[in-house]
């Protein structure tokens, strides 16, 4: 089993910057995952974010998001982050992180099905 938990939302405005934290737990592959990001909004369904896949530089990105956010994780303190800047009022929503214990095919990260763990969320409001 792996846990989850996100961190580091809040209220922000038009332009500012946040970092979410997804702290991992459990077990948790160091040698073979996928860690992504998705976000709900308030009547909308649950969509993709970003996600980086072990190992190197494989990391992807929904259109709406690329240049201003960028995944990572921290294999030493077993920790996944997002990182926002120049947050838009339609960055408004929860962001979950999710994870697998496997490299996930580039055809299928951008789905919610293929991740086995999830956290709870973290609401992210962007508001002026």
């Known amino acids: 089993q792996v846990q989850l938990v996100e961190s580091g939302g809040g209220l922000v405005q038009p332009g500012d910057s946040l970092k979410l934290v997804c702290t991992i737990s459990g077990r948790a592959s160091r040698s073979s995952y996928t860690l992504g990001w998705f976000r709900q909004a308030p009547g909308k369904e649950r969509e993709f974010v970003a996600a980086v896949r072990c190992c190197g530089s494989s990391t992807h990105y929904a259109d709406s998001v690329k240049g201003r956010f960028t995944i990572f994780r921290d294999n030493a303190k077993n920790t996944g982050y997002l990182q926002m800047n120049n947050l838009k009022p339609e960055d408004t929503a929860v962001y979950l992180c999710?994870?697998?214990?496997?490299?996930?095919?580039?055809?299928?990260?951008?789905?919610?099905?293929?991740?086995?763990?999830w956290g709870e969320g973290t609401q992210v409001t962007v508001s002026s």
């Open positions: 999710a994870w697998d214990n496997q490299r996930i095919i580039l055809s299928s990260v951008r789905n919610g099905e293929a991740y086995d763990y």
